[in-house]
């Protein structure tokens, strides 16, 4: 890959004049940010104000009202209840003196009664007003005192034949009804100036609750046009502020590009890449490399690159730095491209890696290299599985190649027997065993593969069910009992007189049972003896089934590849293709069981398998 820039290189590379451009443009930027940010002062006080001014004159207005409204019109329903009571004072008055009845008293002391309350409220509500009301109250209770002493003598006497005759009839009467009217005038000339004084009260409150209104709506007016004016201001200044900051960004944008790509291409590739200077210290780490080194981006920075990351070879002596290819090519400036190397991770862990190098350049000047470099773990290890299953196919085919050919090739010489020759019968029919038995040997080598590769694709047919294990057992000891006695071998029977039926697939075990008698017969000298058998797991946790044979047994390092597919302790015709034990050991995981080998050089084999308890047995 082609190496980019790095940021230093960037930053080393920025031309002196753009940078002072940048300063000179700097300056009006920052005028018109200050201009901005008093402009939205004083936008955001204009609102301030237009929230709270109006307010506080509303609360003036309130306050008016709530004089008006609480005391002044009170105080007048109060003067004109007065003036009320004292014309029911003075109705009574006339009556109790024309009259002389003792009822028109009454009426006077219940009007009396209630003008001296009213009194009292109106000089509670009345603190603090004017001077002409307060003239006006004292006046009127004055009046209204002086009139009501002048009623006590005549209202104190009893009504009898003592009082006078009527005022129609009496001088001194008429001289004193005279009286009680010019004290009565008086005391409504008194009520008058008291209710004209409050007239006046009231008007000066309402004139004054009129200016706070439209002092309200004024400023109100005026507020809203600075608020609007500050607005248009701030805009204009916005308007001219994101000028000038679209012709700084302009001339900044094409200074920060290719910084910008070459942040983003390092960031998004998945190749380590990293930057050095001539004395061969690391100036930049992308993300990738830092992940793949096990180091920080930043924990680099200044390091030496030969002593961090390329100070051994992959065995483990170390590299000397005259001989490094990076530092080499560093100091000559020569180019380095898909070299293999081996570099080391953080913890000292090597891994190898495809490396490229290439100078960093500034004008003529050559400032440092770059060195990118690609992880190969997964590519060799994807490269060794490719060759070992090209082994493997190479394997399969060899090994079914040689299993064929001789059976292949008995039946071709029996056919071409057959067809060339008039053999006796006798012979017919030996010819055709022959060739029968070679037709089965091919057919199960071609069953073996077929079952190898269902196992391996975990697809294996399994049909489980309950069976009986004695005679299953005694199934296939029959089934090998003639092949045994050609070979002089003994084959036994060992199964316990009470055993539980066993949960398997009954087809899959007489296979897997198969495959360890052939085994055992193969393995097996003249005069050996096989044993075969079943016992419970001492656990109860289901049964295991084992196949003992006398043979050679086998040696320990063999029982580990013993169940590998194509692998036999020896390939001298021993009669199968090495998938016995694989697909024994496939079937019998396939019940959730295992399988393993006990074995001793010169004392013979045994090979067990548990077949795990099903639902007969777990009830």
Known sequence: MSPKPTQTALRRGLPRKKEAGRSRSAAPGRGAAWATGFALLFLFLSLLALALVPRRLEQDVGEVRDRIQMVLEPAERLAAKIQFAQARQMEAFHSFLLLGDARSRLRYREAREEEVPAFDTLGVLTQGMSIPVQEGIANLLSFSVSWHLGHQEMLSQEVSGDLPPP??????????????????????????????????EMGNEEREMARARFLQVQYTQILVVLGLLATFVVLVLAWRLRTLMKESEARRREALRARREADALLAATGD??????????????????????????????????????????????????????????????????????????????????????????????????????????????????????????????????????????????????????????????????????????????????????????????????????????????????????????????????????????????VQVLTNLVENALRETPAGGKITIGVEEDPTGDGLHFFVSDTGSGIRPEDQERLFDRFWQVSRKDKGGAGLGLSIVKGIVEAHQGKVWVESEEGKGSTFWFLLPGGPEQGS
């Open 272 to 509: 380590g890449v990293l930057g050095m200077d001539l004395d061969g210290r690391c100036t930049f780490l992308n993300r990738a490399g830092a992940e793949l080194l096990g180091y920080s981006a930043r924990g680099v920075v200044g390091r030496d690159v030969h002593d961090l990351l390329h100070h051994s070879h992959p065995h483990g002596p170390p590299f000397p730095r005259d001989e490094c290819p990076i530092m080499r090519a560093l100091s000559t400036g020569e180019t380095i491209s898909g070299r293999n190397e081996t570099l080391w991770r953080t913890g000292r862990q090597p891994f190898p890696v495809q490396i490229s190098l290439r100078a960093m350049v500034d004008g003529s000047e050559i400032r440092g290299a770059v060195l990118s470099f690609t992880d190969m773990t997964e590519t060799r290890a994807a490269e060794a599985s490719l060759r070992e299953a090209v082994r493997d196919r190479d394997e399969v085919l060899a090994v079914v190649s040689h299993d064929l050919r001789n059976p292949v090739g008995t039946i071709f010489s029996a056919a071409s027997l057959l067809l060339t020759l008039n053999p006796s019968p006798e012979k017919r029919r030996e010819h055709l065993l022959a060739v029968k038995r070679s037709a089965e040997r091919i057919n199960r080598l071609i069953q073996d593969l077929l079952d190898m590769a269902r196992l391996e694709a975990g697809a294996l047919p399994v049909h489980p069910g309950p069976f009986d294990a004695g005679r299953l057992l005694d199934e296939v000891l029959e089934s090998h009992r003639g092949k045994a006695e050609e070979r002089k071998i003994s084959l036994q029977l060992r199964v316990p007189p009470t055993i539980p039926m066993p949960w398997g697939d009954r087809h899959r075990m």
């Open 167 to 200: 005022a129609s009839s009496t001088q001194s009467y008429r001289q004193m009804l005279t009286t009680e009217r010019a004290a009565y005038v008086q005391v409504i000339s008194a009520g008058e100036e008291l209710l004209e004084a409050l007239s006046v």
